[in-house]
């Protein structure tokens, strides 16, 4: 069921439904995926005691496609200490006079962490293109600079999942509008959204293109249907919970012979 979410071959979006619940049933899925959280976090505590692991997850997704609610459902049981989430905003003027990789990897988390990205590098051939922030000589060379980059991080030890959060443009509208109408959503809400919308579109194109483009055996893209939240987040507990277990995760060996010792 979770493999044809795993971007292996060229895909078309289109041909995924945003609604998909795989016939699952909503409460024993919500029992399943706690679980599945636990163990993410039994995996995790694991994980903080080693020196030369991690794991990087990528949320990407329209406005409101759900990424901080899918991070705060991922990170239930994690230990706070060994996770490091960061937002990718449009770049400050100090970033703009880097390479666009400079502030990526500079958030990617230390060894030991769980990190997770809030959009991503994939901004860079996203927004920048839709939104025509660069012109193509500038952006179309990113996907092989991401390619690059995402290789070197697997070769320096990183586990790294990718979720495109797939949602529907009429789920989409029920969530701005729930900003607009909701006081407490309201901070969320920006007339900026409102315009990426209008070129929905162009954005699955680009989309289309960054995922399948630069979905290697070592950063596959997920493509996750993202109209029911429920599903959503199973989809990522199963996907997180699978690779960290992959990694056969063991508690580092005693430096020292500790038969030696007693506590009076
Ligand atoms: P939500 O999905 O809940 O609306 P968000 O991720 O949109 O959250 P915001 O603070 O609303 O968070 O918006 C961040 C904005 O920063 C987005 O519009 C995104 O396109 C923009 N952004 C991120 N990276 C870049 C970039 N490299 N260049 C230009 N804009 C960027
Ligand atoms: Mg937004």
């Not at 586990?159 to 969530?175: C, M, P, T």
């Not at 055996?217 to 919970?241: F, S, T």
Request: hydrophobic share 40%; proline share 4%; charged share 30%.
């Amino acid at each position: 069921m979770a493999q044809n979410i795993i971007v292996k071959s060229r895909i078309r979006l289109s041909d995924f439904d945003p609604a998909e619940d795989f016939g699952l049933r909503k409460e024993k899925t919500r029992a399943a995926t706690h679980r599945l959280l636990e163990r993410i976090g039994g995996l995790q505590a694991k994980l903080y005691a080693n020196t030369r692991r991690a794991v990087l997850v990528v949320m990407q997704g329209m406005d409101a496609a759900g990424k901080d609610g899918a991070a705060k459902s991922l990170l239930e049981f994690v230990n706070p200490a060994g996770v490091e989430v960061t937002d990718f905003k449009a770049p400050s003027s100090e970033e703009l006079s880097h390479d666009f990789l400079w502030r990526v990897h500079h958030a990617v988390p230390r060894y030991g962490r769980i990190g997770v990205f809030n959009r991503s590098h994939y901004e860079d051939v996203l927004v920048v293109r839709v939104m025509k922030l660069a012109g193509k000589e500038v952006w179309a060379p990113r996907f092989e600079q991401i390619n690059r980059f995402e290789l070197n991080l697997h070769q320096a030890g990183y586990v790294q999942l990718k979720f495109y959060l797939h949602i529907s443009r009429e789920e989409q509208a029920e969530r701005l509008r729930a900003r607009l109408a909701d006081p407490s959503k309201n901070w969320k809400f920006e007339g900026a959204d409102l315009d990426m919308r209008e070129r929905w579109p162009e954005f699955m194109t680009a989309y289309e293109e960054a995922i399948n483009r630069c979905s290697p055996k070592h950063a596959r893209w997920h493509i996750i249907p993202a109209d029911k939240k429920w599903v959503r987040d199973h989809l990522i507990a199963q996907q997180v919970c699978a690779a960290m277990e992959e990694m056969e995760l063991a508690w580092p060996k005693p430096r020292e012979d500790l038969s030696k010792y007693r506590v009076k």
